[in-house]
């Protein structure tokens, strides 16, 4: 996995180093739930989870520099067969409460994207966001993303949620940059 570097932040591979700081926020009551997820219970749940990401090699741990601490993941999910064969891959990030409403998310998405499209080549990065969390959709808005689509996908409680959906094509990004 590539490392991706930011003028504030490095992306770079999980390691099993990271458990007690993703387990940090990972635990909290109100982080999970809105990126569709239930908050981890234990130590012992943090870890299988984060080994998984780390065995799937598509998740980054999003660190400040010069820190090496974890404070969120961003990854570039191949979500269908449809997609993979499209070369489509849906993006999905999580950050610590404490450092939302900074811009970090922004500053690592558009970086995410700039290795999807230029990197990888990809066809499309698509991105949703539950209705309920409006400082996810702002990030979408913010990185070019446009509007496709609502779907229903079951949360971690076991009911439905309702995502709206968005797509950014690599004509549309190679056609916003500067």
Not at 119 to 132: I, N
Not at 157 to 172: C, E, G, N
Request: charged fraction near 25%; aromatic fraction near 8%; include cysteine.
């Amino acid at each position: 996995m590539k490392t991706l570097i930011t003028k504030r932040l490095i992306l770079r591979a999980l390691r099993a180093t990271d458990l007690d700081a993703f387990n940090a926020y990972c635990q909290k009551p109100f982080i999970g739930p809105m990126a569709g997820w239930k908050p981890h219970e234990s130590l012992e749940e943090s870890l299988k989870i984060l080994q998984m990401m780390m065995k799937e090699n598509e998740v980054w741990g999003i660190t400040l520099k010069p820190d090496d601490v974890i404070i969120g993941t961003i990854g570039l999910h191949v979500r269908t067969v449809e997609n993979a064969l499209a070369h489509v891959r849906e993006i999905g990030y999580v950050l610590d409460d404490v450092h939302w409403g900074q811009g970090l998310m922004v500053e690592a998405v558009g970086r995410v994207l700039e290795h999807a499209f230029m990197d990888l080549e990809l066809e499309a990065v698509t991105c949703g966001h539950a209705q309920s969390n409006p400082q996810s959709k702002r990030v979408i808005e913010k990185t070019g993303f446009t509007y496709t689509h609502h779907e229903t996908r079951p949360h971690y409680d076991r009911t439905d949620i309702i995502i709206d959906m968005y797509q950014i094509t690599r004509d549309q990004y190679l056609g916003g940059r500067p």
